[in-house]
């Protein structure tokens, strides 16, 4: 419990399971996702536990009998969630609202405390002190990994209930202070891609285009291998690139998570193969990211396409493969991926080479791209400000909380204190 040192007069350091008891799903209990329902009782996951509210809405759904097998997990206001699984360990927020009777899956620690206020102690746990402990414990797991015996012994300080209550109360100001910071940014961010979109549109209509279906503008295309061809447990540290959904981007290739199989297996898959130049295509989508959206594969070395994705050679005297990637990409392809006009989350290789769009002269194609290439050198240099802005202000916000719960900022006189 040496972890705090000078803290205030009247404090003390405790642990968490002498203020509060940790209750975590034991296995679970065969519990599958072929089991989830479109309705019923919400299943948190870690991905749920948002820095400022958790979400009750992007959730799975489990039965009322999966639901009422483990009392103990059922979510009450007051309730702090700690993430203990994965590469979000350490995430944690506070049940303020139950929209409707929830759980929590393995991943998370569902901490009811009885012996210190609920805010203060989602606040303690959040501090660089703890999250060191917790980062001290993890460390040399190939799985990062909390035991509930782990979360049990986390020191934590203690100060009087009053000086509990004055501390949620300033961190709870700073925080929604640094929501709305961060609220204004992504507001930022869409602002800029819709401008990005306007310029592709205003570009295109500057032209005298004719619609034609995409067939005409490639000479070949594949999906990738469905079914027992190969699943996650082949995936490798080295071998073939796999180019699956989340790889294919806005007229981008995204590169991380980076999927490898091993050569042997790549060999026997190569009527799925993807060249450096190809056009990559979105086969599922998303409230966030249109199925059909495309990007132009990079040099990957030897690389073939995941199941719902697909891989198409364009016909270079017709199309311009960075155009038909920002084509399919903006709003103009979201739309021409179904005739009638909705939205489709899913797509298939029919609905792809049927969809018509309009297309330039391969001259105005290439002056197109070279604009947007511009234009996407301002988006970049307005994205990298956001994201140099938003890290300051999570490493503020980081410094106030550890310095509030442990007496470092004398919280009563520390109202002109910026989140």
């Known amino acids: 419990m040496g972890a705090f040192v000078d803290l205030p007069r009247g404090w003390t350091v405790t642990r968490v399971d002498r203020v509060a008891t940790v209750r975590a799903r034991i296995g679970w ?7 989830y ?25 489990i039965s009322a009998y999966r639901y009422e097998e483990s009392p103990e997990l059922k979510l009450a206001v ?3 969630l700690l993430a203990k699984d994965g590469n979000t360990l350490g995430i944690t927020n506070i049940v303020r609202q139950l929209p409707r009777p929830a759980t929590v899956n393995g991943s998370i620690a569902v901490i009811r405390p009885f012996g210190i206020l609920p805010g203060f102690l989602r606040y303690a746990l959040a501090a660089d002190v703890t999250q060191q402990s917790i980062a001290a414990l993890k460390g040399g797991m190939g ?31 700073a925080t929604e202070r640094s929501a709305h910071l961060v609220a204004a940014h992504e507001r930022l961010r869409e602002v800029v891609v819709r401008r990005r979109w306007s310029v592709f549109q205003s570009l295109l209509e500057r032209v005298d285009a004719p619609l034609t279906p995409l067939r005409r503008m490639i000479n070949f295309i594949t999906d990738g291998p469905f079914g027992s061809a190969f699943s996650s447990s082949d995936y490798s540290d080295t071998g073939a690139a796999v180019v699956r959904l989340g790889n ?20 026997n898959l190569l009527r799925h193969r993807v060249r450096a130049g190809d056009l990559l295509i979105a086969g599922l989508g998303d409230a966030r990211n249109h199925a059909g959206r495309a990007c132009v594969a990079p040099n990957l070395g030897p690389a073939i396409v995941k199941g719902k994705c697909f891989c198409a050679r364009v016909n270079s005297r017709a199309a311009n493969a960075h155009f038909l990637s920002l084509l399919l990409s903006s709003p103009i392809g979201e739309q021409a991926m179904d005739s009638r006009g909705s ?12 969809a018509v769009m309009p297309l330039p002269e391969l001259s105005e194609q290439a002056r197109i791209v070279e604009a947007m290439r511009l234009a996407d050198q301002l988006q970049t240099q307005v994205a990298d400000v956001v994201a140099r802005q938003e890290a300051l202000l999570a490493e503020r916000q980081q410094a106030l909380i550890t310095a509030a719960v442990t007496g470092q900022v004398d919280v009563p006189t520390a109202r002109g204190v910026a989140a």
Not at 345 to 354: G, H, R, T, W
Request: no cysteine; charged share 25%; hydrophobic share 40%.
């Open 143 to 173: 799985v990062p990994h909390l035991f509930q015996w782990d979360i049990n012994r986390l020191p934590i300080p203690l100060p009087p209930v009053e000086q509990q209550r004055r501390i949620v109360k300033f961190l709870d100001a």
């Open 343 to 354: 939205t489709r989350a899913m797509i298939n290789l029919d609905v792809v080479k049927s």
């Open 248 to 267: 294919i981007g806005f007229g981008e290739y995204r590169r991380r998570d980076q999927a490898f199989i091993p050569l042997d297996l790549y060999r």
């Open 37 to 61: 329902q479109p309705a019923g009782y919400a299943f948190l996951a870690t991905p749920n536990i948002k820095p400022r509210d958790i979400d009750f809405e992007n959730v799975n759904y």
């Open 29 to 35: 209990k065969a519990l599958t996702a072929a089991e």
């Open 78 to 80: 007051g309730d702090v």
